[in-house]
């Protein structure tokens, strides 16, 4: 049992690193390449696609919600609404958290001039429609239960990270550390890609609207996790570094 949960994490990275070319590969093949091997050897990433834990899933749908996102919001279509809504509902199925898509996919639709407000009421009751058909499959068809799960959750997040304190440079907080989140990327992400990170920012200062499907889930991601109680881990960071991988390989100057 434990082998094929495992395993089941295991192929959802391979999944994801084959999307992460694909986006990436939109600029070029070689670009599609660098994104797939920041990812294949990050060490966060090879760390974590092994663990039975939500992190590597979630990562996953939030990804192909955004991917599929941009997709439908510059090419508004019935096939790409049907996965946007398909991958939207899963993310919410994997992990609360990726209830933060809500707010990225309304910026990333306000940010397209083209799309109409039509459209996205349109889109918004399909996706709520099919989100409720595929939480209650997957909850067994029991009434509240996902509602539940929110409850348990605000009462874990009410006294810190479950009523324990979180530590931090030497400091124990029970209401956790804003600083916990930014520190923890700075210190076990690889050098090489906080460097390149920055290097992709200070490149494209003028130009960084056009990442904006990239730079929109890593920011409103990161901002959450600033404010959030629960400092137990880089693991929780894992959902914005594909996002981050596609960002370097398009964005770092030849």
Same mark, same amino acid.
């Given at each position: 049992?434990?082998?094929?949960?495992?395993?089941?994490?295991?192929? $959802?990275?391979?999944? *994801?690193?084959?999307?992460?070319?694909?986006? @990436?590969?939109?600029?070029? &093949?070689?670009?599609? =390449? #660098? %994104?797939?091997?920041?990812?294949?050897?990050?060490?966060?990433?090879?760390?974590?696609?092994?663990?039975?834990?939500?992190?590597?899933?979630?990562?996953?749908?939030?990804?192909?919600?955004?991917?599929?996102?941009?997709?439908?919001?510059?090419?508004?279509?019935?096939?790409?609404?049907?996965?946007?809504? $398909?991958?939207?509902? *899963?993310?919410?199925?994997?992990?609360?958290? @990726?209830?933060?898509?809500? &707010?990225?996919?309304? =910026? #990333? %639709?306000?940010?397209?001039?083209?799309?109409?407000?039509?459209?996205?009421?349109?889109?918004?009751?399909?996706?709520?429609?099919?989100?409720?058909?595929?939480?209650?499959?997957?909850?067994?068809?029991?009434?509240?239960?996902?509602?539940?799960?929110?409850?348990?959750?605000?009462?874990?997040?009410?006294?810190?990270?479950?009523?324990?304190?979180?530590?931090?440079?030497?400091?124990?907080?029970?209401?956790?550390?804003?600083?916990?989140?930014?520190?923890?990327?700075?210190?076990?992400?690889?050098?090489?890609?906080?460097?390149?990170?920055?290097?992709?920012?200070?490149?494209?200062?003028?130009?960084?609207?056009?990442?904006?499907?990239?730079?929109?889930?890593?920011?409103?991601?990161?901002?959450?996790?600033?404010?959030?109680?629960?400092?137990?881990?880089?693991?929780?960071?894992?959902?914005?570094?594909?996002?981050?991988?596609?960002?370097?390989?398009?964005?770092?100057?030849?």
């Amino acid at each position: 049992i434990l082998f094929l949960g495992r395993l089941a994490t295991m192929i $959802l990275s391979l999944i *994801l690193g084959w999307f992460i070319f694909q986006w @990436a590969k939109e600029a070029s &093949p070689l670009r599609g =390449l #660098l %994104a797939l091997f920041l990812y294949a050897f990050d060490s966060a990433i090879l760390a974590h696609s092994r663990y039975i834990t939500t992190d590597v899933g979630v990562a996953l749908f939030m990804f192909l919600t955004i991917y599929y996102g941009k997709k439908y919001f510059q090419n508004p279509g019935r096939g790409t609404l049907l996965w946007l809504s $398909l991958f939207f509902a *899963l993310a919410q199925a994997s992990k609360f958290s @990726a209830i933060l898509l809500m &707010p990225m996919l309304f =910026l #990333l %639709a306000y940010s397209e001039k083209k799309f109409s407000a039509k459209n996205f009421l349109k889109m918004t009751i399909f996706i709520f429609i099919v989100t409720v058909g595929v939480l209650e499959i997957l909850y067994f068809f029991k009434p509240g239960a996902y509602i539940t799960g929110w409850r348990l959750l605000f009462s874990s997040m009410s006294g810190g990270h479950g009523g324990f304190p979180s530590y931090l440079l030497g400091y124990t907080d029970k209401l956790g550390f804003r600083s916990y989140f930014p520190l923890a990327f700075l210190f076990k992400t690889s050098p090489v890609i906080v460097i390149l990170l920055f290097v992709g920012l200070l490149s494209n200062l003028k130009n960084l609207f056009k990442f904006r499907y990239l730079l929109v889930p890593i920011s409103v991601y990161m901002a959450f996790s600033i404010m959030s109680t629960l400092n137990i881990g880089i693991r929780h960071l894992i959902p914005l570094y594909p996002f981050l991988f596609v960002f370097i390989a398009q964005s770092v100057k030849n």
